[in-house]
């Protein structure tokens, strides 16, 4: 059976060993073969200092091929754990990545091989950079990281198909919702007491929108370490792949009683995911007080500082995020809202029904066509404005240390407009525009800008950002949502 996440404190010049492998796992009452990181599910959360470097000496005791790509960290190119940096470690095999930490913050460890089946059946675990410095973030009780995911349960297995990947259209959508690999996740908390939660979606194409009822949230961090500006947020999106940090005060429990729930509150549904329930005595040490602040954080700042002069530069390059749909079945050609089939076998002209006014599907709004979907039949595209080139011919050559201005745009007129979380691996960001509305002089109160890997583009939208082109190598950009990735959605850059 599986086991309980270990936490794995590395040392600069520390080496671990780490195994992708089969396990049992309890859900709901009924047990399934799954994967996990050494046992578990999340995998051990491995600590860092920030500037270590670490040897994961990683072996696939899988049946399949696969790779540890560690999402976020800006680690020499050799290491990327990506198809475009090495061939795939097969059964049995071996490969020690060497990984260094700059940043500090949560980033996380994943497959970059059919995600879409092993991280969906447990293959992911975090790493948590400790700051250099001792005030970067606020004092606080206790960190706690979460694992938001979901899995597709249906008849009591879970289908997936080592041949190809299907749900391709909307991304698989689970009906389970789980927190750190649990049903109904417990924590308890002291009456007063201050957590920071380190979140992480690794969910193959459901966002979340986390709060927690009873109680604010402090946001002071995302993908790439703190916030310019904390700020106060009833509740915070979280798309695959992203991390969002956030702080809570546990005093006083809604109406009286000693639970708070955890809960992901779509604009239809709000679904209750765990609970924080509070016991014995107050907590001895209180940050109450320290949390009624919404800090500065000039380290953050100072770090933006030198990317100030790029933010009204001229767009470099932009992209469209589309798709095309070929020899669909009977039943998803109905379902186009207009849309008809050409000689060539291409789905063309109106839209798929569904989507939602804020251009985020957080729900399967197809199931029927979805569980139809996969990848001979779904084509999903990002595609050179400039030059026309789609998903992976498109080859961009960036210059290190040239900050690179990117628009990316999401087809609103594509057979099925929905959202994408869209990750530049070996990199950092700053998100200058959303849809018109500048990031980048928010008024009081809003949280500022912070380093990202991943920005969600809402369907119809578009997002600008700034890339910092710091670290050189072959590299690659993606949807991440696992089967739009399986689908095609990748391009790839180089920094020389």
């Avoid at 309890?26 to 270590?52: F, H, W």
């Avoid at 606080?140 to 979460?146: A, F, G, Q």
Wanted: net charge negative; hydrophobic share 35%.
């Amino acid at each position: 059976m599986s086991k309980q996440t270990e936490t794995i404190e590395l040392k600069n010049g520390d080496s671990y060993d780490l195994t992708a492998g089969y396990v049992k796992k309890n859900i709901n009452g009924a047990e399934y073969r799954m994967l996990a990181y050494n046992g578990s599910i999340p995998g051990p959360l491995i600590k860092v200092a920030q500037g270590a470097e670490v040897v994961i000496n990683f072996k696939n005791n899988t049946d399949m091929d696969t790779l540890l790509h560690s999402h976020g960290v800006r680690m020499d190119n050799a290491f990327d754990g990506s198809q475009t940096t090495q061939e795939e470690i097969k059964p049995g095999e071996l490969f020690s990545y060497k990984l260094k930490f700059p940043d500090a913050g949560m980033y996380w460890y994943h497959p970059h091989v059919r995600e879409d089946y092993q991280q969906e059946l447990g293959l992911y675990g975090n790493f948590l950079v400790v700051p250099a410095s001792t005030d970067y973030w606020p004092p606080v009780n206790r960190e706690v990281p979460l694992f938001l995911d979901d899995i597709l349960i249906e008849n009591g297995q879970i289908r997936l198909s080592k041949n190809e990947a299907d749900h391709t259209l909307m991304g698989r959508f689970g009906n389970v919702m789980l927190v750190n690999g649990e049903v109904n996740y417990s924590l308890l908390a002291q009456k007063g007491e201050v957590i920071r939660f380190y979140i992480t979606n690794a969910a193959n194409a459901r966002p979340f929108n986390f709060a927690i009822a009873g109680t604010k949230l402090k946001l002071v961090g995302a993908d790439g370490g703190a916030h310019e500006k904390d700020q106060w947020k009833d509740s915070v999106i979280i798309s695959p792949s992203e991390r969002v940090i956030v702080e809570a005060l546990f005093d006083n429990p809604p109406a009286g009683g000693d639970t708070f729930a955890i809960q992901n509150k779509t604009p239809n549904q709000t679904y209750t995911l765990g609970s924080i329930n509070i016991s014995g005595e107050p907590v001895a040490v209180s940050y109450a007080k320290e949390f009624a602040e919404l800090k500065t954080h000039s380290a953050i700042t100072q770090s933006i500082d030198p990317f100030r002069s790029y933010f009204d530069k001229a767009l470099d390059k932009q992209i469209k995020l589309t798709m095309t749909m070929s020899g669909a079945p009977m039943q998803m050609q109905q379902s186009m809202g207009g849309g008809h089939m050409m000689p060539n076998g291409q789905m063309m002209g109106g839209s798929m029904m569904g989507g939602s006014p804020d251009g985020i599907e957080w729900d399967d709004e197809n199931k029927m066509q979805g569980s139809m979907s996969n990848t001979d039949n779904v084509q999903w595209k990002i595609i050179d404005q400039a030059t026309g080139k789609e998903n992976s011919d498109i080859n961009w050559n960036f210059k290190k240390d040239q900050p690179v201005k990117i628009r990316i745009f999401n087809d609103p007129n594509s057979m099925h407009p929905m959202q994408h979380p869209i990750h530049f691996h070996g990199q950092q960001f700053l998100v200058l525009d959303r849809n018109g509305v500048s990031q980048t002089n928010l008024p009081t109160g809003q949280a500022g800008l912070v380093w990202k890997d991943t920005v969600l583009v809402p369907a119809g939208q578009y997002v600008d950002i700034l890339l910092d082109a710091s670290n050189p190598g072959d590299w690659m950009a993606h949807c991440h949502i696992a089967e739009h990735l399986e689908a095609g959605m990748m391009m790839k850059f180089n920094v020389q």
